[in-house]
Each structure stands twice: as structure tokens, then as C-alpha cells.
């Protein structure tokens, strides 16, 4: 099946600093992944949109200068947590679906556990 | 604005039971729904797809069914094992294309 990784795994910063977060699709190329957040206890919170060569879409709530996605290219999208805060330790995820015929399932990258101290 | 409810939230259960977990969403017109497995501090596995056309899906030990019109979906588990123990997510995709809507999940565990 399709494949998605992250980079990293885990990262722990201190309150302030920047992180950057990537989303990659190893086989296949995706014009659209998505970014969720999960906080411990809590269910998936979609974040944002990304696309391919055009400004990522973001959910109510979500603050994109805080959190800036690029989507560099057919294979990889990034997430930069700026100015980090301990409010914004979370799980984060990325999902994307090969492109093709419908009905194909969502791949979703293992997650990235973030800790501002 | 789509809600997608599971219940229970936690359910523990002896090894070698059936059980069942519920999946309930409020906005019928969706594309298709996912069942996905989450260990503990781990990303998400996907444990079965039902298009919005299907009524059931069926992979080894589980098995999903999809009411649209009612908007509830199941997921049993038979002869269940220690192994299976995580939360399990319901998501709902409303078009193709579009992000997931998730449940907050059925937290699983199945003892010795």
C-alpha cells in the first residue's frame, strides 16, 4: 500500500523556538495532503489543507501564522510550528490519497510528538 | 457542521468475546467511511474502507457495516484478542478528495 512518513518522530523545543515538521509520500504523488492535531485524550482536529503550489487552507481556530504549511512540492508538505508554546505540545499527523480512481483510502503519516518546554 | 459520535468510549472486555463498537455521524451524505486502529502514542492504521454505496466491509476477524440513511456504522470484532486492545476511530469523509472527520475513538482493552 501507499506510504507516508514524518520527520521527525518526536522533537522537544523550548517555548519560543521554531519547529518544522515534514510530510512526505514515498510512492506516490499527492496535489493535497492534510494536517491534523491530536491532543492527548482527544480525537484528530483537522488543522489545515495543503496544496501543491497554492496557499494552504486552513480550519476556523487554527492560526496560519502560527502554523505555516508549505507544500513544496508533488511529495512533500511541511509544517512550521513558529514562536512554539507549551499549548501547542500535540500529536501531529498527515494524511494524503494517492491519486486514481474513488474510493481510495486516506495514508496517514506516523505522527509527530511535539513537547515545548 | 458534521459530528461523529463512538460509543462507548471505553469498553474492556475478557479475551475470546464478540463485541461491537458504534459509530454514529449526522450529516448522512458522506463519500465513505474508515475504521482505524491507534496505539498508544502511535499513528493511526487503517483497519477497513466502506464506500458510501457499500453496506459492509470485511477483513479477517473484523467486519464493518455502514447505514447511511440512519448514519451509524459498526465494527465487530469477533473472538476478540488481548492484541487488539487500542482505540479504535471512526472517520467520515463528506467528498472525495476532502479531510476525515473523526470520532474521538473507543478505547479497547481485552484481557487475559
Known amino acids: 500500500g501507499a506510504v507516508v512518513s514524518q520527520h521527525p518522530s518526536w522533537v522537544i523545543c523550548k517555548s519560543g523556538t521554531s519547529v518544522k515538521i515534514e510530510c512526505r509520500s514515498l510512492?506516490?504523488?499527492?496535489?493535497?495532503m492534510f494536517w491534523y492535531r491530536q491532543f492527548p485524550k482527544q480525537s484528530l482536529m483537522l488543522m489545515a489543507t495543503?496544496?501543491?503550489?497554492?496557499?494552504?487552507?486552513?480550519e476556523q481556530g487554527v492560526e496560519k501564522d502560527k502554523f505555516l504549511i508549505n507544500h513544496a512540492s508533488l511529495t512533500l508538505s511541511t509544517l512550521t510550528v513558529t514562536s512554539a508554546h507549551p499549548e501547542d505540545s500535540s500529536f501531529y499527523i498527515c494524511?494524503?490519497?494517492?491519486?486514481?480512481?474513488?474510493?481510495?483510502?486516506?495514508?496517514f503519516g506516523p505522527g509527530t510528538r511535539l513537547t515545548v518546554t | 457542521k458534521q459530528e461523529v459520535t463512538q460509543i462507548p468510549a471505553a469498553l474492556s472486555v475478557p479475551e475470546g468475546e464478540n463485541l461491537v463498537l458504534n459509530c454514529s455521524f449526522t450529516?448522512?451524505?458522506?463519500?465513505?467511511l474508515q475504521w482505524f486502529r491507534q496505539d498508544p502514542g502511535k499513528g493511526l492504521t487503517s483497519l477497513l474502507l466502506?464506500?458510501?454505496?457499500?453496506r459492509e466491509q470485511t477483513s479477517g476477524r473484523l467486519n464493518a457495516s455502514l447505514d447511511k440513511s440512519s448514519g451509524r456504522s459498526t465494527l465487530y470484532i469477533a473472538a476478540s484478542q488481548p492484541g487488539d486492545s487500542a482505540t479504535y476511530l471512526c472517520?467520515?469523509?463528506?467528498?472525495?478528495?476532502?479531510?476525515?472527520?473523526f470520532g474521538k475513538g473507543t478505547s479497547l482493552l481485552v484481557t487475559p
Open positions: 494524511s494524503a490519497r494517492p491519486p486514481g480512481a474513488s474510493g481510495y483510502e486516506q495514508y
Open positions: 510512492d506516490f504523488q499527492a496535489t493535497t
Open positions: 495543503s496544496n501543491e503550489g497554492s496557499k494552504a487552507t486552513y
Open positions: 450529516d448522512s451524505a458522506i463519500y465513505n
Open positions: 466502506i464506500q458510501s454505496s457499500q
Open positions: 472517520a467520515v469523509e463528506a467528498n472525495s478528495g476532502y479531510a476525515l472527520n
